[in-house]
């Protein structure tokens, strides 16, 4: 099943100011993210983000800041265990875009819980990152054994699009090139 505009948010887990120069590929996670969130805001699907302890780990990244329309601040590992969660998810919106940090810790477990309370989880494989690679692939493959979709940027956004017709094709084509 393709990934729909109408029934997505996008969900960006901890991408903060002392966390990121410690994830291997940084910079390309960041960028990707950054893809995802423009590509959202472009196609009208709201996009949330997440902020672990961000007394110690600061605030999100610069680059990504603007784009979230609501952050949760969090001290649980797993974001759906902690209280107010529910609000980052609009109503109809059944399908979780899955980006950010650390993938075999907040994202995974996140997702996890996301898969457990039923949700559609589409985690984008270029957009997440962990201190050290191999964490990250074990991620991904756990994620998958759980049931997520493993993803691209691009994937999700061409999906989004649906047709090179869309009256936002050039403008979300410009982001990947």
């Not at 120069?21 to 805001?41: K, Q, Y």
């Not at 680059?63 to 109809?92: C, I, N, R």
């Amino acid at each position: 099943m393709l990934v729909s505009a109408a029934r997505s948010v996008v969900l960006l887990i901890d991408l903060q100011q002392r966390l990121m120069p410690a994830i291997a590929g940084a910079d390309a996670v960041v960028a990707n993210a950054v893809r995802l969130a423009e590509g959202a805001g472009l196609l009208d699907v709201p996009v949330a983000a997440t902020e672990q302890n961000p007394d110690g780990l600061g605030p999100t990244v610069d680059d990504v800041a603007g784009y979230p329309q609501l952050v949760l601040s969090k001290t649980a590992f797993g974001a759906t265990a902690e209280p107010g969660f529910v609000t980052l998810l609009p109503p109809g919106r059944d399908e979780i875009v899955v980006a950010g940090c650390e993938a075999h810790v907040c994202v995974l477990q996140t997702v996890l819980g996301l898969l457990g309370a039923g949700r559609r989880v589409v985690l984008v494989a270029d957009a997440i990152g962990s201190r050290d690679p191999a964490n990250r692939v074990a991620a991904i493959e756990r994620a998958r054994a759980h049931g997520a979709e493993i993803v691209t940027t691009e994937m999700v956004l061409f999906e989004w699009l649906a047709d090179s017709t869309h009256p936002r094709f050039r403008e979300v084509q410009k982001l990947i090139r």
